[in-house]
T-cell receptor
Framework: SQQGEEDPQALSIQEGENATMNCSYK?????LQWYRQNSGRGLVHLIL?????REKHSGRLRVTLDTSKKSSSLLITASRAADTASYFC???????????FGSGTRLLVRP | DAGVIQSPRHEVTEMGQEVTLRCKPI?????LFWYRQTMMRGLELLIY????????DSGMPEDRFSAKMPNASFSTLKIQPSEPRDSAVYFC?????????????FGSGTRLTVV
């Protein structure tokens, strides 16, 4: 079963613009992770944020976590055509190592 | 490191046949996960192992599915007999949970088509 729901399901932006994707989840978590999946390929880990952290940066990526609202957001700044992919949030539930994925956001960055 | 290696990349089989998917995790990783991805159901966790021992198989859909990890460098997911609704992309992932900051490393997947 899926833990999270992502919003929007699909996003189309122009190269250079910022892209924001949101994720909501249902249960208490140990950490939340974001992954990218290019068409027909495996998933690539982007960033992990722990439940006691509120914001994390990695290059052009910024992730926020609000445990009171059970939500997270992924911001990609200055997007590039190569950022076109599906993006998934995934949560590790307290006391387990099960990584449960959301439904994903399909991002299209137009050149 | 070559990453998580899955084989075969593609598998087409007839309904009723046995299918075996293979995974070689990253050396030193102590957790191994099997996922299935479909358009309808998204990414589903099927089973995961810690130090070669199955920890949670609650995601395995039916008795037709079985998974083994005979040693730290090899795991199999077997479907017997296969059915058309098993058609999906199956991913294997591994992780060393002592340092969670690295996330989980996924293989390229096996695309299974059951006709």
């Amino acid at each position: 079963s899926q833990q999270g729901e992502e919003d929007p399901q699909a996003l189309s932006i122009q190269e250079g613009e910022n892209a924001t994707m949101n994720c909501s989840y249902k249960t208490s978590i140990n950490n939340l992770q974001w992954y990218r999946q290019n068409s027909g390929r495996g998933l690539v880990h982007l960033i992990l944020i722990r439940s006691n952290e509120r914001e994390k940066h990695s290059g052009r990526l910024r992730v926020t976590l609000d445990t009171s609202k059970k939500s997270s957001s992924l911001l990609i700044t200055a997007s590039r055509a190569a950022d076109t992919a599906s993006y998934f949030c995934a949560t590790v539930v307290d006391s387990s190592y099960k990584l449960i994925f959301g439904s994903g956001t399909r991002l299209l960055v137009r050149p | 490191d070559a990453g998580v290696i899955q084989s075969p990349r593609h598998e087409v089989t007839e309904m009723g046949q046995e299918v075996t998917l293979r995974c070689k995790p990253i050396s030193g990783h102590d957790y191994l996960f099997w996922y299935r991805q479909t358009m309808m159901r998204g990414l589903e966790l099927l089973i995961y192992f810690n130090n070669n021992v199955p920890i949670d198989d609650s995601g395995m859909p039916e008795d037709r599915f079985s998974a083994k990890m005979p040693n730290a460098s090899f795991s199999t997911l077997k479907i017997q007999p296969s059915e058309p609704r098993d058609s999906a992309v199956y991913f294997c992932a591994s992780s060393f949970l002592g340092r969670l900051s690295g996330g989980y490393t996924f293989g390229s997947g096996t695309r299974l088509t059951v006709v």
